[in-house]
């Protein structure tokens, strides 16, 4: 047992570092690499959006700061918009998958979908804070 062990820790201390070490050929590569690939875009997408949160937050509450009584619910209404966005955009992007669905490419459908209406949400509410400045 002892020797299965030591065998497992000896191999892997190859194959760790070279799985490590592999990008996915996002060009050329498997399904699984696509997919993976897809992923990736969609991470890199959601987390410049959450990187832009705070920054159209604090205009919309600096935009209620401004108002008086009724009229404010800048952030309420930004913050309803989100929610629906975010709902409309994963409904959205599995219904996108289903041309694939149960298939080895329905992942890459649906990250690449929620990469491209994530890159397009970006773009949104950028214009909301350029445009009211």
Do not use: H
């Not at 070490?21 to 890199?44: I, R, T, V």
């Not at 509450?61 to 975010?86: P, T």
């Amino acid at each position: 047992m002892l020797k299965v062990f030591t065998l497992c820790l000896f191999l892997a201390g190859f194959v760790v570092p070279a799985l490590a070490d592999d990008q996915p050929d996002c060009e050329n590569g498997s399904q699984a690499e696509l997919n993976m690939c897809a992923y990736n875009d969609f991470a890199k997408a959601d987390k410049e959006l959450n990187t832009l949160w705070p920054q159209v937050k604090k205009f919309a509450v600096d935009g209620d700061a401004a108002l008086e009584g009724n009229d404010k619910g800048y952030v309420k209404a930004l913050l309803a918009s989100q929610r629906a966005w975010i709902a409309y955009r994963d409904g959205q992007c599995e219904l996108y998958g289903f041309q694939s669905r149960g298939g080895s490419m329905e992942p890459m459908l649906v990250s690449g979908c929620k990469a491209q209406m994530t890159e397009a949400r970006i773009k949104e509410l950028k214009s909301i804070i350029e445009v009211n400045q």
